[in-house]
């Protein structure tokens, strides 16, 4: 007979806290007089993480003024604080770390049990009673001393995080007649300030897991994040009869600096999070960051009779993270819109209650690009050199990034074409647009053969092109005092294509994605799967004996040879979608009862699934399978496209990890109740609303557990999925 397990525990189930409440109070307070209104309001949230022993915290405050001095002279500020406390887990961020909750309790074998059980099966208790951890003492071919559940409580990392913000402005002048010729024309000055200030502690228990040799490990770090933004705005806005005027002349100057210090220590004391007690430095490392962007500014909007419009603009800005010969940016755009339902041979058409043609074009800029890490790099053209490798006790260095003096802004050239219009009474409306978006000096980490002891460095590479249609079309079957229901779908697509990369080559390979001219960026560069060996179960591949620049391949053949099929990649198509959006609706009844519906969806477009293919390629003898293994090669004769199982044999990323990126969702579900006015005007409030929301209420997508929605790099990893809410409310009015 079949052997029958001892015991039924999902790690996965055992480390998610179900049902894990938030709760969050707000209160505010507005009034004020007819020359000054403030608002007040203070917040409250509280939320127990879905993972174990991991929650969140924010105490929120705010406080706006605005104030009419004079019929010459307006004055605001707003200020916003904000304190928040955060317990996570450290590892969620990691990808493949059996550390990383996420991960393991996916792949883990359901033979091991979570916790440590006797001959019978049961859980042996400790001297209190309490069931204990199994850590693999007693033997496991990985995940050796290891608990993730345990983990979660020995182990922890908290933060805190202090923010605060304020908006001030200063306005002189006004639109009153008698200011004569200066009427209309007004002088802003803005000042907006952000403060981040953040202290974090990370520690590691001394009993099991990583840090166990070293005696456990404390890590405490901080940062700082200061920015402001100060400007100076003039404008002009006057009507002469059926001509209206709208100008801008500005300046705006933005500084952003990042203060980083971090220390960490080994062997600790139990109980004390503080690094004092630890016996041996770990590390030590601290550095900044500084960016800064100026700005001089323009802009002109004109309409005749509300039925013509033009509108141009111009800026240039100049940023810290190019060279000074190449620092500044011009750019620009121009615009026009038409009211064809004002021109008199529509006068008959009732039933047109808007129509709107719109033309734009323009050149934005970017000066940003990621660095390996996936942050902001603020030093692009320098030559920086390393000095966190030290020679013994003497001051060691390395170079860490090169020069590149003609580096310069990336540009986007965006072209608009759009017609939108309401109908019959207001019930439907609609929008249509082009657009045609062409990005020339694409800021790229330029590869470099690792023999130069580079990978790359940042340069301008290469032009791109993004063309594509944008549908928006609501309409309401029921609309009259009683009942109103609207239902609107929206739509996007989009298509791309590398235009130009280098004179020395045409194509950068990253992996399995390619960027090449004349294919959509970052499309798949895989072999390509023929299928299962009948007779061996071997996986098959096709492969070539040459490829042309076009994607056509002369000489192919099936092999099963690894070496051979990973030499002969094909393009297989990207992340990017055929066709993306929403379809919502929104139902009032009686003025009283509201509901509303969200649902996402994106049809087409592929994602290449490494967690799919972890589940059918296991690296270690305790790892659990994935169901589709169940029709594998079994023995000779078997058809299938799923090889024989081999644990830890090489492996080799085919399309057989490509799944159909298309998913429906549905976002949000809200349902509410307001109370009639003559009930809660005795009461003495302005109203009372009690509602319901659930919040990621389904997905079905072409492979179960894979959520495509939120990442458009065209791969998947271990960390949080978004979590399904059930949310109660009442919103009270005064």
């Not at 490829?547 to 040879?561: A, K, L, Q, R, W």
């Not at 044999?649 to 429906?664: G, K, Q, V």
Request: proline share 2%; charged share 20%; glycine share 8%.
């Amino acid at each position: 007979p079949d052997a029958q397990s001892a015991w039924d525990e999902d790690w996965y189930d055992m480390i998610y806290h179900k049902g894990a409440p938030r709760h969050a109070h707000e209160l505010s307070i507005s009034g004020g007089s007819e020359r000054t209104q403030f608002l007040v309001s203070m917040g409250y949230l509280s939320e127990e993480g879905t993972l174990k022993n991991t929650n969140f915290q924010r105490y929120s405050g705010r406080a706006n003024v605005d104030s009419k001095v004079n019929d010459w002279f307006k004055a605001g500020m707003n200020t916003s604080l904000a304190y928040t406390k955060s317990k996570y887990n450290q590892y969620v961020s990691e990808t493949t770390a059996n550390n990383n909750p996420f991960y393991t309790a996916q792949f883990v074998s359901p033979l091991y049990p979570m916790y440590l059980k006797d001959a019978n099966g049961n859980n042996a208790l400790d001297a209190n009673g309490n069931a204990q951890y199994d850590y693999g003492e007693n033997g496991r071919p990985s995940l050796t001393d290891m608990n993730i559940l345990g983990s979660l409580y020995a182990n922890h990392s908290n933060s805190t995080t202090d923010n605060a913000g304020v908006r001030t402005y200063l306005t002189f002048g006004s639109d009153k007649d008698n200011f004569g010729w200066a009427k209309g024309l007004k002088l802003t000055i803005n000042f907006d300030a952000d403060y981040r200030s953040y202290e974090g502690t990370e520690m590691m228990n001394k009993y099991h897991g990583d840090q166990k040799n070293a005696g456990g490990m404390i890590e405490k770090s901080h940062n700082r994040i200061m920015s402001y933004t100060f400007n100076q705005l003039l404008t002009w806005n006057r009507s002469f009869g059926k001509h209206n005027f709208d100008i801008l002349a500005g300046h705006e100057f933005y500084q952003y600096t990042y203060k980083y210090l971090l220390a960490g220590k080994t062997n600790i004391v139990d109980g004390i999070d503080e690094l004092a007690p630890a016996a041996k430095l770990l590390e030590g490392n601290s550095y900044s960051q500084e960016y800064d962007i100026e700005s001089w500014l323009g802009r002109a909007n004109y309409n005749y009779d509300d039925k013509y419009y033009f509108s141009a603009s111009f800026r240039r800005d100049g940023s810290s993270r190019f060279y000074k010969d190449n620092r500044w940016g011009t750019f620009w755009s121009v615009g026009a819109n038409w009211r064809i339902n004002k021109e008199q041979f529509m006068k008959d058409l009732t039933w047109v209650d808007n129509l709107s043609f719109k033309i734009s074009y323009g050149q934005q800029g970017n000066d940003d690009i990621l660095d390996a890490d996936g942050y902001s790099d603020y030093y692009l053209w320098q030559n920086l050199y390393s000095l966190a490798y030290s020679n013994g006790d003497k001051i060691g260095g390395l170079v860490a990034t090169l020069e590149n003096k003609d580096i310069t802004w990336e540009k986007n050239g965006n072209l608009n074409i759009g017609l939108e219009g309401t109908l019959f009474d207001q019930r439907l409306n609609f929008s249509v647009e082009y657009y045609n978006r062409k990005t020339t000096d694409m800021l790229l980490n330029y590869p470099m053969a690792l023999s130069t002891g580079f990978s790359g460095y940042n340069a301008n590479v290469g032009d791109m092109r993004n063309t594509g249609w944008e549908f928006m079309v609501g309409y309401s079957p029921v609309k009259n005092k009683d009942v109103q229901w609207h239902v609107q779908w929206m739509g996007s697509t989009v298509s791309n294509k590398v235009l130009k990369l280098t004179d020395k080559s045409n194509q950068i390979v990253d992996g399995n994605r390619i960027i090449k001219e004349g294919m959509p960026i970052n499309t798949f560069y895989l072999a390509k799967s023929a299928g299962v060996d009948p007779l061996t179960g071997a996986q098959l591949y096709y492969a070539y004996k040459k490829m042309n620049d076009d994607g056509s391949v002369e000489g192919e053949y099936i092999t099963s040879d690894y070496s051979k099929a990973s030499t002969s990649k094909y393009y297989m198509g990207s992340r990017i979608p055929d066709l993306y959006g929403s379809i919502s609706t929104t139902l009032n009844l009686f003025q009283c009862v509201d509901l509303s519906v969200m649902t996402t969806y994106s049809i087409g477009g592929k994602i290449l699934d490494y967690l799919y293919q972890g589940s059918m390629n296991n690296l270690y003898y305790n790892q659990a399978w994935n169901t589709n293994e169940l029709r594998r090669w079994q023995k000779p004769g078997d058809i299938t496209d799923v090889p024989r199982v081999e644990v830890g044999a090489s492996s080799l990323t085919t399309d057989r990890y490509l799944i159909n990126a298309s998913y429906f969702a549905i976002k949000n579900i809200t349902a509410g109740y307001t109370f009639p006015r003559n009930w809660t005007s005795k009461l003495g409030l302005s109203s009372v609303r009690f509602y319901s929301s659930i919040e990621n209420l389904a997905l079905w997508s072409h492979l179960k557990g894979m959520d495509p929605q939120y990442n458009f790099s065209g791969s998947t990893s271990y960390t949080y999925s978004p979590n399904k809410t059930f949310t109660i409310g009442l919103d009270i009015n005064f």
